[in-house]
């Protein structure tokens, strides 16, 4: 019994020995083995392999993909005419030299990210301190983007290179800070009311003059209507004139006859008219009491 547990302890023994000697790397990764502290060999490509038990050798894994970098730091910068901006920006980057990296960055991504962040944000600082807002916000964009990947290139690559590589840097938004945001807003919409103000006072100008005018014709029409009318009746009435004239003076009594016919239908037109009149000594009266004889006459001739 005690020979057999001999063997399972070792067997386990060199299980425990064998797996800490084994190791996988994988695709998106670099193994970077450790020999008492110092970098003994770094591995690219990706499958099993092998290395001294610890504490004799160790093994770190960094990411070897494309990363991204987003902006977290909201502080204004200051264009050519002064004017305070906030820009948010990204920069895709991957690690090419994991013993550069390690000896002059850091042990993992993070520290790389954090320097990075540091010197992308001062090359943007630069250049848009040379730049005007219009600048910035206009086709020379581009430009902007790709002076800030120059200087950080030229930072990384330097005399103690990070064995980094920048792959593209972006700006994803641009603007003023709260206050001066605020501001321009409430400009804009100051110089909106001012136009639509402009605009309702022109409206109601020639509004006014439209309304103006049409009343002006109206009142030449009416005038020129009226006129016409008084005319036409005028004329109506001089040639009515004319006709009686003529007809009556043809013949006096029939025309003294039809205008008293003409008095007593105006007089006695309503059963309840009353008139206190002596019949006997009214002229008005004059065609009853002759009977109608003097209207009788003419029409016998």
């Excluded at 990210?113 to 943007?124: E, G, T």
């Amino acid at each position: 019994m005690n020979r057999i547990g001999f063997i399972a302890s070792s067997l386990l023994v060199a299980l425990a020995l064998l797996s800490s000697m084994l190791f996988v790397v994988d695709q998106r990764q670099f193994g970077v083995v450790y020999a008492l502290g110092q970098i003994k060999e770094v591995i690219t490509e990706p499958g099993l392999n092998f290395k001294l038990p610890p504490p004799f050798q160790n093994v770190s894994y960094i990411d070897k993909r494309l990363l991204t970098l987003d902006s977290v730091d909201t502080e204004p910068m200051l264009t050519a005419e002064k004017q305070r901006v906030v820009i948010d920006w990204y920069v895709r980057w991957r690690i090419t030299d994991p013993q550069e990296y390690i000896r002059n960055v850091g042990l993992d991504e993070s520290a790389g990210a954090n320097q990075l962040n540091r010197v992308v944000r001062n090359a943007f600082q630069e250049e848009i301190n040379k730049r005007t807002v219009k600048d910035l916000l206009s086709l020379k964009r581009e430009q902007i983007m790709n002076d800030v990947k120059r200087e950080v290139l030229e930072q990384v690559k330097g005399a103690k290179p990070w064995g980094v590589d920048v792959v593209d840097v972006r700006i994803t938004r641009a603007d003023y800070v709260d206050a001066i945001t605020e501001s321009v807003y409430r400009r804009m919409e100051a110089e909106r009311k001012r136009v639509a103000n402009e605009l309702r006072s022109t409206g109601g100008a020639e509004g006014e003059k439209i309304r103006a005018d049409a009343d002006r014709q109206r009142e030449v029409a009416v005038a020129n209507a009226y006129r016409d009318a008084q005319k036409i009746k005028g004329e109506g009435d001089a040639e009515a004139a004319r006709i009686y004239a003529d007809a009556f003076g043809r013949d006096p009594q029939f025309a003294q006859f039809y205008r008293s016919l003409d008095a007593y239908k105006a007089s006695f037109n309503k059963k309840s008219d009353v008139m206190v009149v002596d019949p006997s000594s009214s002229e008005f009266f004059k065609a009853f009491r002759n009977g109608g004889g003097s209207a009788a006459a003419p029409a016998k001739k």
